[in-house]
């Protein structure tokens, strides 16, 4: 017995022909279709929710571009790692 539960949504016309397309293309059925898609948004709000807390923490230590990034880099493989980069 597969470990899923059945639910029922109700979605705008034009993302159900959309998904019909892509049922037809791929020869997936609906529900593989609705996982595969929100898997990847929980995905991305996860990916999201984890930027915003690294960002946080190089706001507080200082580290701001790509610049900071790469001098933190090279002084930590230098030996010389700053107050600044304690992330």
Do not use: C, W
Not at 10 to 21: D, F, Q, R, Y
Not at 42 to 63: D, F, M, P, R
């Amino acid at each position: 017995m597969k470990n899923t539960q059945a639910i029922s949504v109700t979605i705008p016309v034009e993302l159900a022909e959309i998904m019909n397309k892509i049922q037809k293309k791929k020869m997936k059925n609906y529900s593989s279709i609705v996982t595969e898609a929100l898997t990847e948004y929980l995905l991305k709000e996860e990916y999201e929710e984890q930027v915003k807390k690294i960002s946080k923490s190089a706001a507080k230590a200082g580290v701001f571009t790509m610049q900071d990034i790469d001098r933190i880099v090279h002084e930590v493989r230098r030996g010389k790692k700053s107050k600044k980069s304690s992330i």
